[in-house]
């Protein structure tokens, strides 16, 4: 499984920018994608996630009602889209699969693939 993210840069605070993953080696429609984050000095923190299976999708708490994630064209590709971005939302931005787990309202307990991390970073 290879998961590729693009999309990341530098946006002012307020502005809007919109990440990329595409995914390759997922057995088609069983799976989660979603994306994690990690900021420098803080913890690790799921953002969002959605299931292949009935498109189910699960937002942390500091992006609800700011942050969108939606298919492409097909299911291997999956996007964030992040509006009316704050300084806090500066960060690494992981694509995360799981094979394993079920996007819930909870999100998921754990990811088994990562991909390399794409760097947002918002100005004040």
């Known amino acids: 499984v290879q998961l590729v993210e693009s999309g990341g840069g530098l946006v002012e605070t307020g502005g809007s920018l919109r990440l990329s993953c595409v995914a390759s080696?997922?057995?088609?429609?069983?799976?989660?994608i979603g994306w994690f984050r990690q900021a420098p000095g803080k913890e690790r923190e799921e953002v969002s996630c959605?299931?292949?299976?009935?498109?189910?999708?699960y937002y942390g708490d500091s992006v609800k009602g700011r942050f969108t994630i939606s298919y492409g064209d097909t299911k291997n590709t999956v996007f964030l889209q992040m509006n009316t971005v704050t300084p806090e939302d500066t960060a690494v931005y992981y694509c995360v699969a799981s094979t394993r787990y079920y996007c819930s309202q909870y999100g998921v307990p754990e990811y088994e693939y990562w991909g390399q991390g794409t760097q947002v970073t918002v100005s004040s």
């Open positions: 959605i299931a292949s299976t009935d498109d189910n999708t």
């Open positions: 080696g997922l057995q088609p429609y069983d799976y989660t």
